[in-house]
């Protein structure tokens, strides 16, 4: 008989594990695939920022990447004497309003591993070394073929929604006859990670080495493991250019050759690529599927992060809580913009380090356009949600719309006691520091949506720089399950305008 789930994920990469991991924890009849039965053994991602440590606080992951990482003094442009050109520092005690650290490197084998074992004692149906072949779908249900290589047999399912987070080469895209898009920047480069002894002095920042010879990146992973990426010339041959006598060279004028032992050298396509839609009917793309960037902002899995967690909520409303499936349509008009600003932000820090390179060897470093200046750093600021479920559709009218609001946080002294991110629930939640009279057909409204209703305190607030500052702009906000601002109150806009509005949107 074909099973029936109400989702079907195809691929279990870290996208598409947070999303059966949190479609799982609400109480939906989710189906994961995978055509490999293990992890990928090797690292690709190497960092994860702090919006993506609060995501996984909601499946209780954190640790994954908490228990070995480190933390990066800043990331930098250096000339190929490894001159600082410009740059970041990051304090080492600076926590951001997600409650975390802004980014922590981590050493991906260790990671993937907690959680694909946190998965598998989920409870969520898995099915690995299962191969999607097929789809079909019309307007109530989507039907799989896959191919399972432990039973030799082909199988059939069924699901309401079928998401594709089966990577870079995603047969879901392709089936769904979604174009890529590209962002033009399209190069080749030699990722080449190793095992140190642990004696060497490569410091801890993050370096773009741009030389005009080649150009070069140095990732300070958690101890004992470092990475160089290097660009790949014209003349050169990658399958020449990764074997391990070539690759020792490079990372010569780094480190000697008796300090460490390499783990791998792989030859990567950086390039920019966005999905032209995200969705197709009942068909969703999350992750490297629906976009890819060079990693230059180690950005690629936390777009795919932020994914997740935006179909989930949306998901979740139309599965649990009965909502027209309407608001699915907003997953594209959120998702596709943020993420093209990451692919872009990616593209144009190796436009910069180009740039760069190109000035240092010139001598024309000052000439540098300033529009390739800011982008290339403006990069590395993380965009609000422009457009979709937000007051009036959009961002524009209040900057704090479409912020993700704080994570509340106990303190002892100075130090983080208790990250609380509970306390707002898994739906919606309104925060405020007045008190608010609730209509009876407001109250109605808010049960469906399970809102969680929290008066802050005062000295909750002072504790916490984020917190005061988003008091200090309004009494009241409407924070969506995904932890960014639906709206906030002023002189103008009433908690009623507020919610009047959300429940319009979300009963379309
Ligand atoms: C060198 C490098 C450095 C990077 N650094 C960073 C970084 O620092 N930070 C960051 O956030 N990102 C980084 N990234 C990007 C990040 O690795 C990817 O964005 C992320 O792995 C994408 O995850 P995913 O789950 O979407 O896809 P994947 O990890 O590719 O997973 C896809 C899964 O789908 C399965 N699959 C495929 N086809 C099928 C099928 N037909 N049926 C069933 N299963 C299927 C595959 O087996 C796989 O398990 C980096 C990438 C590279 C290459």
């Known amino acids: 008989m074909t099973k029936h789930f109400d989702v079907i994920i195809v691929g279990l990469g870290p996208v598409g594990t947070l999303l059966t991991l949190l479609l799982n924890q609400a109480g939906i009849k989710v189906l994961g695939i995978d055509k490999d039965i293990s992890i990928f053994p090797l690292p690709r991602a190497a960092n994860i920022d ?55 490197f981590f050493w991906q084998p260790y990671a993937d591993k907690t959680i694909r074992e946190f998965l598998l004692n ?33 199988c059939k399912f069924t699901s309401r929604y079928l998401i594709g987070a089966d990577g870079a080469s995603s047969l879901v895209r392709k089936l769904c006859g979604i174009r890529l898009e590209s962002l033009g920047y399209d190069k080749d480069w030699i990722v080449v990670d190793v095992e140190t002894n642990d004696d060497h002095d490569l410091g801890n920042y993050a370096i773009q080495v741009c030389d005009p010879d080649r150009m070069t990146t140095f990732i300070p992973f958690p101890k004992p493991f470092k990475r160089w990426e290097f660009l790949l010339l014209d003349d050169e041959d990658k399958h020449e250019m990764m074997k391990e006598r070539k690759v020792r060279e490079l990372i010569g004028p780094w480190l000697e050759s008796e300090k460490y032992k390499v783990i791998r050298s792989a030859s990567y396509r950086f390039h920019s690529v966005l999905a032209k839609n995200f969705q197709k009917e009942k068909v969703f793309l999350v992750g490297d599927s629906a976009h890819q960037g060079p990693p230059f902002m180690g950005q690629g899995m936390m777009s795919g992060y932020r994914d997740a967690i935006n179909l989930y909520w949306k998901l979740n409303f139309v599965l649990k809580k009965s909502f027209p499936e309407n608001i699915l349509k907003t997953y594209n008009v959120e998702r596709r913009p943020h993420a093209q600003f990451i692919v872009e932000g990616s593209a144009a820090i190796g436009k910069l380090m180009e740039a ?153």
């Open 356 to 508: 760069y390179s190109i000035g240092s060897r010139d001598n024309t470093i000052d000439e540098i356009p300033e529009e390739v200046i800011n982008r290339g750093y403006g990069s590395f600021r993380i965009p609000v949600l422009e457009k979709g479920i937000l007051f009036n559709q959009s961002s524009c009218n209040n900057p704090l719309i479409g912020e993700l609001f704080p994570q509340p946080i106990q303190f002892h002294n100075t130090k983080i006691k208790e990250r609380n991110d509970k306390i707002l629930g898994d739906d919606f939640s309104i925060l405020s520091k007045i008190d608010i009279n609730i209509k009876k057909r407001e109250s109605i409204f808010l049960n469906k949506i399970n809102a969680k209703f929290i008066i802050l305190k005062d000295k909750e607030i002072k504790e916490n720089q984020w917190l005061s500052m988003f008091m200090q702009s309004s009494d009241t906000y409407i924070v969506r399950p995904d932890r960014y601002v639906f709206g906030a109150t002023t002189k103008d806009i009433s908690f009623s305008d507020l919610l009047t509005d959300l429940q319009s949107q979300l009963e379309v």
């Open 50 to 104: 702090d919006e993506g440590m609060r995501i996984m606080q909601r499946v209780n992951l954190e640790s994954a990447y908490s228990d070995h990482f480190s933390n990066p003094s800043g990331a930098i442009f250096t000339d190929k004497n490894l001159n600082r050109l410009s740059g970041m520092d990051i304090p080492d005690d600076f926590y951001t309003g997600n409650g975390w650290l802004p980014t922590y």
């Open 122 to 154: 989920s409870g969520a149906t898995i099915s690995l070394g299962t191969e999607l072949l097929s789809f079909s779908q019309n307007s109530e249900i989507v039907e799989l073929n896959a191919y399972n290589s432990e039973s030799e047999k082909e």
